[in-house]
């Protein structure tokens, strides 16, 4: 297989944006988009997990704004059959999919394990449509603790000029033996084990998004692939059942640049997270920490939108989106 290259006209106009959002009491999505600047292209579109309240998709102006409404998604990531990370995939999958949208989520996946009946629901659709060849489903996770995680895309921009640019997304968890360990030994499984985080590496950028996975599969990732991260969507909402990230993150922490974390908390909903201790871990190896609910008081969603300039490493000031006014920052500064 050919590795596949991808001409810019200039590799300094290459970004990635991420959006984040998270809803009131619950609920975690995020947008990522590979986009080329002045052209207002964008050449990849992967959507981490989905929550809608009421039918009301919070991403509608985003995907409008990128045409994705048009051009559609490449890659969508169902992290874990949870309702907070699931409730409403089947309108994604009806309006912005197309055939060659790649779906990957948990190998271990099967419809006996979901709790909630609505995400049985979007599990059956999701089924339904790969039956009728609407688009691959790649099942991932990483079979041992040495096994090199999954890598789904390894891409080179070039512009003809300066050294291409790699792009890479991986899997790097739920791994088996774990998995294996918490459903046939101990008996404790719940769906937050077999969670997907996903690891994207582009240019010399890092970025980690850690779905909800917990110590037991964090405990496994391989130091090495936690070294000099730029962003880090924070697992499980900040739980101190995913807190040892922490640790294995800061043996390789290199704070060169700007070192973001982000966290869907649901303070006054569905879970009373992100724990504050575990927030103060985080600002050990963090810039700033931005949150997508509010610490004073309810809101009912908020979303945050990253901007990276691949080629010079630069980042821009994080802009709070939809409900701004009570999205808040509670930036810890150094
Ligand atoms: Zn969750």
Wanted: aromatic residues 12%; contains cysteine; neutral net charge.
């Amino acid at each position: 297989m050919t590795t596949p290259y991808i001409s810019v006209d200039s590799n300094k106009n290459l970004q990635l944006h991420i959006y984040v959002l998270g809803h009131y009491p619950m609920g975690e999505s995020i947008l990522i988009i590979v986009y080329e600047r002045i052209k207002k292209k964008v050449h990849k579109s992967i959507l981490i997990d989905y929550y809608e309240k009421n039918n009301i998709n919070r991403f509608k102006a985003v995907f409008h704004k990128y045409n994705i409404d048009k051009q559609k998604l490449d890659i969508i990531i169902w992290t874990h059959p949870d309702l907070d990370h699931s409730a409403g995939l089947k309108n994604i999958i009806q309006k912005y999919t197309k055939e060659s949208t790649y779906f990957i989520l948990p190998d271990s996946l099967t419809r006996d394990i979901i709790k909630s009946d609505r995400c049985k629901r979007e599990f059956d659709y999701l089924l339904k449509y790969e039956k009728s060849h609407r688009f691959s489903i790649e099942r991932a996770g990483s079979s041992t603790r040495q096994c090199r995680p999954v890598i789904y895309e390894d891409i080179y921009f070039h512009d003809g000029i300066t050294d291409p640019i790699n792009f890479n997304l991986e899997i790097l968890t739920p791994f088996s033996n774990h998995v294996f360990r918490k459903t046939q030994v101990l008996n404790t499984y719940t769906a937050n084990d077999i969670s997907l985080s996903i690891l994207i590496h582009f240019g010399k950028l890092n970025f980690y998004f850690g779905g909800d996975s917990e110590n037991g599969n964090i405990n496994e990732i391989n130091d090495e692939k936690l070294r000099g991260l730029d962003f880090i969507k924070i697992p499980h909402h900040g739980s101190d059942s995913s807190d040892n990230l922490v640790s294995k993150i800061g043996k390789y922490f290199l704070p060169p640049r700007y070192a973001f974390s982000v966290c869907t908390g649901f303070t006054f909903g569905h879970t009373n997270l992100p724990d504050s201790s575990v927030l103060s871990k985080y600002q050990t190896i963090s810039d700033y920490i931005y949150l997508t609910d509010n610490s004073t008081h309810i809101n009912e969603y908020g979303m945050w939108k990253f901007v990276y300039n691949i080629l010079d490493q630069q980042v821009y000031k994080p802009e709070p989106l939809g409900d701004t006014d009570i999205t808040t920052c509670r930036a810890a500064e150094k």
